[in-house]
């Protein structure tokens, strides 16, 4: 898995007179400023185009209001807050819930000739499901404004599929699960768990399963042919949890309310249909938003 090697080029050149998870942070912070930019989101308050909600104003909508709006799709935004988050937010131990994130583009890298691999965009396919929303866990901020975040509990995973350019389409798990981040206000970074897209009781076409079904395509393989080098991945079904990296960056906070909002960039690897394909990388970029106590 390329992206676990450090081998995408978004992630891996070099910065000169930075450490290597430095360099990681920066990177990626530039990235997602790039994207926002290209994107023509000019500041915060354009976040969520034409649905945008404060969180008092979704407290104040009806079930009939928001089905079949697209708005459940949608994360808060601030209304007020200042972007001098560093001043604001004292330090301290946090707890934070009602996180929010909100991806706005979704690429894949593919190959595009000549041994190159470039993210390449992509056409969404997955309906209005794909926000995670309803996170929480622990926030701690040190008075040089250094972050450190750690989510543990919520909707963090939504199942997502995308198209590429030739028709292919690359499922995967969007998902956040476990995001331990360290870092300052400006960029904070870190791992997170990529679950297996299908699971373990999962049967393919031909009936074969990680912990359930046949453990072979033929019922009774001869002098091991069902079990061959080729046919391997395809009968020993893997649900391994696989490894991304997110970046997160705080562009504004309310302290009367404790809102805090920002935006994101994460790696991650898309479905290997239990363990018989190579997950390709999956880059998601976009908003978030979460309230702390």
């Not at 290597?20 to 994207?35: E, H």
Request: glycine share 12%; hydrophobic share 40%; proline share 5%.
């Amino acid at each position: 898995y390329a992206f676990l090697n450090m081998g995408s080029a978004d992630l891996a050149a070099p910065m000169r007179g930075a450490k290597p998870m430095q360099q990681l942070r920066m990177r990626m912070a530039k990235n997602v400023a790039g994207g926002l930019a290209a994107a023509g989101v000019a500041s915060l308050a354009s976040f969520g185009g034409a649905n945008a909600l404060t969180f008092d104003e979704f407290q104040g909508l009806s079930y009939n209001d928001v089905k079949g709006s697209g708005m459940a799709n949608t994360c808060p935004v601030l209304a007020t807050g200042t972007s001098d988050v560093k001043a604001a937010l004292k330090p301290g131990n946090y707890k934070f819930d009602k996180f929010c994130i909100e991806p706005t583009s979704f690429q894949v890298k593919e190959d595009v000739g000549k041994g190159k691999k470039e993210f390449i965009d992509t056409k969404l396919m997955t309906r209005l499901t794909y926000t995670l929303d309803a996170m929480s866990g622990q926030m701690k901020v040190g008075s040089g404004g250094s972050i450190e975040f750690k989510e543990e509990d919520g909707i963090d995973y939504a199942p997502t599929t995308v198209q590429l350019p030739g028709g292919a389409r690359v499922p995967f798990l969007f998902t956040v699960k476990e995001l331990d981040a360290k870092g300052d206000i400006s960029a904070f970074s870190g791992d997170f768990a990529v679950p297996s897209y299908r699971g373990s009781s999962f049967l393919d076409p031909k009936g074969r399963g990680a912990s359930t079904g046949y453990d072979s395509a033929q019922a009774l393989p001869a002098g091991g042919a069902g079990d061959s080098e080729e046919l391997a991945k395809e009968n020993a079904k893997s649900t391994k949890v696989l490894s991304g990296k997110a970046v997160l960056s705080i562009a504004k906070y309310d302290p009367s309310t404790g809102e805090i909002a920002g935006v994101f960039q994460s790696v991650q690897p898309s479905d290997t249909d239990l363990g018989a394909k190579v997950p390709k990388d999956i880059k998601i970029q976009g908003l978030w938003y979460a309230q702390l106590q």
